[in-house]
C-alpha cells in the first residue's frame, strides 16, 4: 500500500469555482502534514502545513481526520493562477517526508 | 528567506560518464535530501543526509552515491550515467527533525544520453 495516495486528475474547474481534494496517509504515526504546491518545471513549495483542528489562509483551507487517515484541501474563489500541482505529504520516519504523486488543477477563464 | 541552490539547471551527459550534482543551502540546516521526480512517479528520496559525512539511503539509492563534507553542501554522484537516470534531480534541507517543512532548490534536469 502507497504511504500517501492522491487523486492525480486533473480537476479541470472555472474561475471563481471551489474545488477540494483529499489524499490518505497509511502511517498512523504520521505527525506532521503538509500541502505543498508545485508549478510546471519549478520545484515544490510549501502551501500550508495541516493542523489537528483544521487551519485556513485566505481561500485556502486544510482538514486532517487521523481517525480515517485523510488529509483534505479545499479551494475557494479559484483563480487563474491556482492551477498548479498539490502535493500531499506526510511524516515517515525520524527524518524523511512522504510527498504524495500530487493532483493536478487547472482553473480555467 | 531559505534558499537551497543547485548547481546546474540543466546538464547534458553521455552514458558511463561520472556526474557530479551540488546542492547548497545557506540556512545551517541538519537534514539535506536528494529526490528524483519522474512523471507519473513523484517525488522519490534518493539519500539523505542528517549530520555531515552521515547518510542514509532512500528508497531508491541503487546506481548513486552522496558526500557531505561540510553542513551546507550535500552532493549526489552519478558513479556511471546510464539512461534510465535522465529525471529531474531536487535537493532539499530541513531543520533538525522529520516533522519539519522541507525547502527546495530549483532543481537539475539531467539528461543522458
Known amino acids: 500500500r502507497k504511504e500517501v495516495e492522491q487523486d492525480p486528475g486533473p480537476f479541470n474547474v472555472p474561475e471563481g469555482a471551489t474545488v477540494a481534494f483529499n489524499c490518505t496517509y497509511s502511517?498512523?504515526?504520521?505527525?506532521?502534514f503538509f500541502w505543498y504546491r508545485q508549478d510546471c518545471r519549478k520545484e515544490p513549495k510549501l502551501l500550508m502545513s495541516?493542523?489537528?483542528s483544521g487551519n485556513e489562509d485566505g481561500r485556502f483551507t486544510a482538514q486532517l481526520n487521523r481517525a480515517s487517515q485523510y488529509i483534505s484541501l479545499l479551494i475557494r474563489d479559484s483563480k487563474l493562477s491556482d492551477s498548479a500541482t498539490y502535493l500531499c505529504?506526510?511524516?515517515?520516519?525520524?527524518?524523511?517526508?512522504?510527498f504524495g504523486k500530487g493532483t493536478s488543477l487547472l482553473v480555467t477563464p | 528567506d531559505v534558499k537551497v541552490t543547485q548547481s546546474s539547471r540543466y546538464l547534458v551527459k553521455r552514458t558511463g560518464e561520472k556526474v557530479f550534482l551540488e546542492c547548497v543551502q545557506d540556512?545551517?540546516?541538519?537534514?539535506m535530501f536528494w529526490y528524483r521526480q519522474d512523471p507519473g512517479l513523484g517525488l522519490r528520496l534518493i539519500y539523505f543526509?542528517?549530520?555531515?559525512?552521515?547518510?542514509e539511503k532512500g528508497d531508491i539509492p541503487e546506481g548513486y552515491s552522496v558526500s557531505r563534507e561540510k553542513k551546507e553542501r550535500f552532493s549526489l554522484i552519478l558513479e556511471s550515467a546510464s539512461t534510465n537516470q535522465t529525471s529531474m534531480y531536487l535537493c532539499?534541507?530541513?531543520?533538525?527533525?522529520?516533522?519539519?517543512?522541507?525547502?527546495f532548490g530549483p532543481g537539475t534536469r539531467l539528461t543522458v544520453l
Open positions: 532539499a534541507s530541513s531543520p533538525l527533525g522529520g516533522r519539519a517543512e522541507q525547502f
Open positions: 502511517n498512523s504515526a504520521s505527525q506532521s
Open positions: 495541516v493542523y489537528s
Open positions: 505529504v506526510v511524516s515517515g520516519g525520524v527524518y524523511a517526508l512522504n
Open positions: 540556512m545551517d540546516h541538519e537534514n
Open positions: 543526509s542528517y549530520d555531515v559525512k552521515m547518510k
